[in-house]
């Protein structure tokens, strides 16, 4: 009795499945158009009746590093909300999910796979070269709800890849990054042969292991930290595969750090020379040589207007380079981007006020003063006759009081204006420094740069000398 109850049992666990068997194979390596050092090459095929994608990363920088690539789901070309596999000769290969953009790490935070996604990894360091390999779902399923497609791969996906610092280094910035679009998955697979094979199911109320169809809830552990942190991500979204011929149609997206590089350089000297300069122009019109002919003033104008225009050069750019990374609207994120809106906008209306300056002294019509005053002088010395007659005394008080008001008029508008140009010019001058300094640290955060220091001390060098030598000059000439 026990004996014929155990081979029902038996029976009823077992079951015939065909396994089938293919060949596949990578296609030519894609050299991935990026910032940084090293060379660093993708490979990759699918497999479309299994669902799934087998990916090779090499990084060929001579040094040992961490290999990484995923996709961003907001469709951006940033690490926040991305989902990435990194390969790591200290934590293996796994699933991440990037929550911010920070230098320490701490925004990186490993998945535990409990779909058990992530199959076939490995990850070797060899002759100078760092390879990442694994095999993943084309239709990524969500961590924290059972069943529910989180992302699929699609030729719409917003690809992120890098490489990190020598030595293996978690912390820092990237070694090597980039991101691309448009990635078709080459059709790889060819159906060998299919071989029947016995398979054991499980009964009703058993379970095995990475299989459970028990909603889950993840909480995920930080590498550096050690702490549990719950991932939370935004809802779940799901795209149609779009089937491609066999090959891959690649659009490596690097262009735009050429525009942001324009928009730095554009910044720094509008700001660390020509501006500085227009301001000690001003500030040194004492100078003796800079008084003959308004010399100052010619010094002052032209080289305002040079900073006004790199400004709006360097803000065109900046919008192009935005508009082209789909990275909009552009001044809502960082602070850089709202004063650089605000920079914009306060040297327009600095320009037209130098350009519209009230006359200190009150307007006499279409002729020079000097012209004006003197045929207005002749005329009312003069009868209808051409006899030259003397002025009564109420006429000459009349007349002088008159003039009087209207000089001092001017001089108050005049005064109100200088006022208003000088602090406003001063405040730009302020802006402009703090935006070059907050840009050079967002261009090295953008694209991995180590020379964040370097650029600081050559922008701060030079326009500190500037500004230094201007009130320097200013100072003892005030003393004398």
């Avoid at 050069?313 to 609207?329: H, R, S, Y």
Wanted: charged fraction near 20%.
């Amino acid at each position: 009795m026990f004996s014929r109850s155990l081979l029902a049992t038996l029976a009823a666990c077992v079951s015939t499945a065909t396994a089938q068997t293919y060949s596949c194979s990578y296609p030519e390596p894609v050299l991935l158009d990026g910032w940084g050092d090293g060379n660093f090459y993708m490979e990759q095929y699918a497999n479309y009746d299994e669902g799934t994608i087998t990916m090779r990363l090499t990084y060929d920088g001579g040094d040992d590093s961490w290999v990484a690539i995923g996709i961003n789901t907001d469709g951006g070309h940033h690490m926040t909300n991305s989902i990435a596999v990194i390969g790591d000769a200290t934590r293996g290969v796994k699933f991440y999910w990037m929550t911010s953009e920070e230098r320490d790490a701490s925004g990186v935070l490993p998945l535990d796979d409990i779909h058990g996604q992530l199959q076939n990894t490995s990850f070797r360091q060899e002759d100078g070269q760092s390879i990442l390999e694994f095999t993943m779902n084309l239709a990524i399923a969500d961590e924290d709800a059972a069943g529910t497609v989180y992302h699929e791969i699609s030729e719409d996906s917003a690809w992120i890849w890098g490489a990190g610092l020598p030595g293996n280094r978690w912390r820092g910035v990237h070694r090597t990054v980039g991101y691309f679009s448009g990635l078709v998955p080459h059709d790889g697979c060819v159906l060998l042969e299919e071989e029947p094979v016995t398979t054991f199911a499980p009964t009703k109320g058993a379970s095995i292991e990475g299989t459970s169809e028990e909603p889950a809830t993840i909480e995920s552990t930080n590498d550096e930290t050690g702490e549990s942190e719950v991932v939370e991500k935004p809802s779940s979204t799901t795209s149609q595969i779009m089937f491609g011929e066999s090959g891959s149609s690649l659009e490596a997206n690097g262009a735009s750090r050429g525009l942001w590089v324009s928009h730095g350089i554009l910044m720094a000297i509008a700001w660390g020379v020509f501006a500085p300069l227009a301001v000690g122009a001003s500030y040194l019109k004492k100078v003796k040589f800079l008084q003959k002919d308004a010399l100052w003033l010619c010094f002052h104008f032209y080289l305002s207007v040079a900073a006004v225009i790199f400004t709006i050069f360097g803000f065109v750019f900046a919008i192009l380079a935005t508009k082209q990374e789909g990275d909009l609207p552009h001044f809502q994120k960082e602070t850089h981007q709202k004063a650089g809106l605000a920079i914009f906008i306060l040297i327009i209306v600095q320009a037209l006020a130098g350009f519209f300056r009230p006359s200190p002294n009150p307007p006499r019509g279409d002729c020079s003063n000097d012209q004006k005053e003197a045929v207005s002088r002749h005329s009312d010395s003069t009868s209808e006759d051409g006899e030259v007659r003397e002025k009564s005394v109420h006429e000459e008080n009349q007349e002088d009081s008159s003039e009087g008001d209207s000089k001092q008029r001017s001089h108050w508008i005049r005064q109100y204006w200088e006022y208003f140009h000088r602090f406003l010019g001063v405040t730009l001058l302020v802006l402009g420094w703090y935006n070059c300094q907050s840009g050079i640290v967002l261009q090295s955060e953008k694209f991995e740069q180590d020379d964040e220091k370097t650029l600081t001390t050559i922008f701060w060098s030079i326009a500190g000398v500037i500004a230094g030598a201007i009130f320097l000059i200013g100072y003892v000439i005030r003393l004398e």
